[in-house]
């Protein structure tokens, strides 16, 4: 009886063991799993900050390009603005300077009439 016993117990104990090697598969897969977990974070982090960087990169390429750009095009739209503004009379340098010769036909005329009432 003592051999079937220690049959059982030589059984059990291999059950045991197994039961324990199956146990620590499913933590090594599980870990496993966490590193390659892991691995591809830290990989698309690292690819992700890359690209940011990239197209911060191409963004200040651009910016650069749109400002110049916009400068020229606003010099552009000021300079028709202007000679439209001319063309219409409406030039603020243009009338002021109208409104001196006017001003100064003015006087001039109103000399004249004085002149001519002094005359008479």
């Not at 243009?94 to 001039?108: C, G, M, T, Y």
């Amino acid at each position: 009886m003592a051999t079937k016993t220690e049959a059982i117990k030589s059984k059990f104990s291999e059950a045991e063991e197994f039961a324990r090697k199956i146990w620590l598969a499913g933590l090594g897969a599980y870990g496993k799993s966490v590193e390659e977990a892991t691995g591809r974070y830290e990989k698309l982090s690292a690819e992700a900050s890359k690209m940011f960087d990239e197209l911060v990169k191409k963004g200040e390429s651009l910016e650069d390009g749109a400002k110049s750009k916009l400068k020229e095009t606003t010099s552009d739209v000021e300079s028709r603005v202007s000679e439209v503004r001319k063309k219409l009379g409406l030039d603020v340098d243009h009338s002021d300077q109208k409104i001196e010769e006017l001003s100064a036909k003015v006087d001039a005329l109103t000399d004249a009439v004085a002149k001519l009432a002094a005359e008479k």
